[in-house]
């Protein structure tokens, strides 16, 4: 069982380079969450999935996109890294009518 | 904006006092308040939540304190120990949990 699942862990992109960030959980749970963690920042939600097929917009949604593959996987796309992009981003699930949020371990992104 | 505001930013208390953390929010739609751990390197971890119809709930050694009129919450931790140094998140959602907002955290050291 192991819960939510990020990967990469780290990873160092060119300004205008895309890429995409992978989570898939086993926990059966219905929502997930992409977020980004910047220093004295907290975090930000970019997109959230209260079920599969549906995806809606966070506080931070632009420069990125997502899609929910499936029940088990919600993808974050960076179509056009630039700078302000460099962060930790975390996908989360959430269980109990979505209200109790399970984070993955995280992925570091660096963009130059 | 800032949707909950966090204080203090940081905090050093020695082993067996008492950190209080405070957050206060604006939007009286919120209705679940869940209080967040993270190690460095790791994915924050549910610690705690509570729901405005209670004014306290304890889980070990943390506490959460809930002002509805004043729009506050505070999280306590009792006896603390130096392996509670951690960040520590409050957020606050709305019943559907589609969407959380979170503090900007509040690092904590607990001195031996």
């Known amino acids: 069982n192991a819960g939510v699942t990020q990967t990469p862990k780290f990873q160092v992109l060119k300004t205008g380079q895309s890429m995409t960030l992978q989570c898939a959980q086993d926990m059966n749970h219905n929502s997930m969450y992409w977020y980004r963690q910047d220093p004295g920042m907290g975090l930000r939600l970019i997109y959230y999935s209260a079920s599969e097929g549906t995806t809606d917009k966070g506080e931070v949604p632009n420069g990125y996109n997502v899609s929910r593959l499936n029940k088990r996987e919600f993808s974050l796309r960076l179509e056009s890294a630039a700078p302000s992009q460099t962060s930790v981003y975390f996908c989360a699930t959430g269980g109990g009518e979505g209200l109790e949020q399970y984070f993955g371990p995280g992925t570091r992104l660096t963009v130059t | 904006q800032q949707q909950v505001k966090q204080s203090p930013q940081s905090l050093i208390v020695q082993k067996g006092g008492i950190p209080i953390i405070n957050c206060a929010y604006e939007n009286t739609a919120f209705d679940y308040f869940p209080w967040y751990q993270q190690f460095p390197g790791k994915g924050p971890a549910l610690l705690i939540a509570i729901r405005p119809d209670v004014s306290e709930k304890k889980e070990g050694r943390f506490t959460i304190s809930f002002n509805k009129s004043a729009k506050q919450f505070s999280l306590h931790i009792m006896d603390s120990q130096p392996g509670d140094s951690a960040t520590y998140f409050c957020?606050?959602?709305?019943?559907?949990?589609?969407?959380?907002?979170f503090g900007t955290g509040t690092s904590l050291t607990v001195i031996p």
């Open positions: 957020a606050a959602s709305t019943g559907t949990g589609n969407q959380f907002y």
